[in-house]
């Protein structure tokens, strides 16, 4: 069955630190997302991405964010200069069309340590 | 901006017993999602629905468009059916999710 990859699976890092999470989506897919759950609270959106394009962002994802979508298959997450409240789960997913059509399939997550 | 709740945030029950998790949203959606996150981290989505009911083996989801509400059962719940069970709400015009708290159900054998 299809699944979405992400590595790694666990990333450790120093304050101020650039770090990059990456994620294979589902090969026939078009729609990609990023999300994050911080400990003990809910997962929240920080960005759509659609024909190669930001397609929606949330407030969380400033300036300190950006994706890139480098190839046809990868689809990447970069932090530029982390900050100890970027400790979190990140989430990537992918859908065929978009939420309101059809379901997301979530990657098993990156867990971000910022120390 | 939605607001989705959950309920009950914790829920306990017996191998064998029936559940049922409660969703509600605040403003008008075009689709409504169930999904599940293991202790592991991973989410796994497990239904997607707009109007009426879907069945997958022992999992019900149900929702009525007009009262903003959304229910999951389990029927003949099992000591692996323990997770955490998420609601998350697309609406129109977006393709965000956007995410209720969960609700961390434990099947005791």
């Known amino acids: 069955e299809p699944e979405v990859t992400q590595t790694p699976s666990h990333q450790v890092t120093q304050m101020g630190q650039e770090v990059i999470l990456r994620c294979v989506p589902i090969?026939?897919?078009?729609?990609f997302y990023w999300y994050r759950q911080i400990l003990g609270q809910k997962v929240e959106f920080l960005v759509s991405f659609y024909n190669n394009e930001i397609s929606e962002k949330s407030e969380i994802f400033d300036d300190q964010f950006s994706v890139e979508r480098p190839d046809g298959s990868n689809f990447t997450l970069k932090i530029r200069s982390t900050k100890l409240e970027d400790s979190a789960m990140y989430f990537c997913?992918?859908?065929?069309?978009?939420?309101?059509?059809?379901?997301?399939?979530f990657g098993q997550g990156t867990r971000l340590t910022v120390v | 901006k939605n607001e989705v709740e959950q309920s009950p945030q914790n829920l306990t029950a017996q191998e064998g017993e029936f559940i049922t998790i409660n969703c509600s949203y605040s403003?008008?959606?075009?689709?409504l999602h169930w999904l599940q996150q293991h202790p592991g981290g991973g989410i796994v989505s497990l239904f997607m629905?707009?109007?009426g009911k879907k069945k997958h083996g022992r999992l019900i989801a149900t929702i009525n468009i007009q009262e903003k509400h959304s229910s999951l059962h389990i029927t003949a719940s099992h000591p692996r059916d323990s997770a955490v069970y998420i609601c998350a709400v697309s609406q129109g015009g977006s393709e965000k999710l956007v995410f209720g708290k969960g609700t961390k159900l434990t099947v005791n054998p």
């Open positions: 629905l707009s109007s």
């Open positions: 403003v008008g959606i075009s689709a």
């Open positions: 997913a992918s859908s065929g069309l978009g939420a309101a059509n059809t379901e997301a399939f």
């Open positions: 090969s026939n897919h078009l729609y």
